[in-house]
């Protein structure tokens, strides 16, 4: 107790909190529940069952670490009912010498949702080739409950060994879902997506959007920064282009408050680092929401489980706190 008290002295003034730093999103309720007691209902999500409202998002895949990151993350969604989206898959389409690093699903247990991932390119190729049945065979093997198509026009525009796009993406997204019977996650990759490319997904049988909004890891930067000298001074500020996760909440409301759609489902990412942020924009969406963290997740998930597991348990006790303590304003 003299410990404790003699630290509060020595940290008050370093602690202080000015009111022009409240978070003015949520009405502070201190007197209407008690503390959490980190037991979470269970929820129908991407065809799976999930306990908490977070989906590990799309990283790794195909690199050294990969491995060991793709393991301990899937193990921590078993544990706790997160969702996980793998990193690209597409090594694994002719290639079988990386599977290990993806087969994940004996980590993960059969409950929660587990999906494997393309590029819209590789999506196109398959399509061109009438070979649609190797992203089958692929979700398949990797005992997956279906397909994230990732969409990156700017990443591949930017990388030097990109891929070109010959059609526009929802074009190839529609011809793809006509050909399958797989459920597809659409998502978007560090720049998010407008409003009306919204409207067109969302208008499509899709189990999900999700956001990969404009604020997290920007991959065209990411390739932007592999380019040196004057040929990256004249892409520089694409960088900066694209929605935020808030704001792409805001676009998928106005779009369902006008019609129907047939995608019920979101996963709010990009930008993504706390649990206010994210409970916050899941409790404004008109659709069924979850929250998505990539880089977070990768920096605990890189060396031993228990650490990955650390930071979990934390994520689920701020969840707590969130939902019996703090009331969104609307």
Known sequence: ???RKKDHIDLAFSSRTEATDAD????YEPMLAAHHNGQFDEFDFAGKTMKLP???SSMTGGTQRAGTINRNLATACGEFGMGMGLGSCRSLLDDDTHFPDFDVRRYMGKSAPLYANLGIAQIEKLIATGSEDKAEVLVHNLQADGLIIHVNPLQEAFQPEGDILKAPPIETIEAFLAKTDLSVIVKEVGQGMGPASLERLMALPLEAIEFGALGGTNFARLELSRVTGDKASHFDAFGRIGHTAAEMTGFINEIV??????CQQIIISGGITNVPDGWYLTQQSKLKAVFG?????LKHAMDDYETLQTFVKQLRKALGIAQNFMRPIY
């Open 24 to 27: 003015r999103r949520f009405h």
């Open 293 to 297: 963290m990539g880089s977070a997740f």
């Open 54 to 56: 977070i989906w590990v």
């Open 257 to 262: 408050a006008k019609r129907a759609a047939k």
């Open 1 to 3: 107790m003299t410990d």
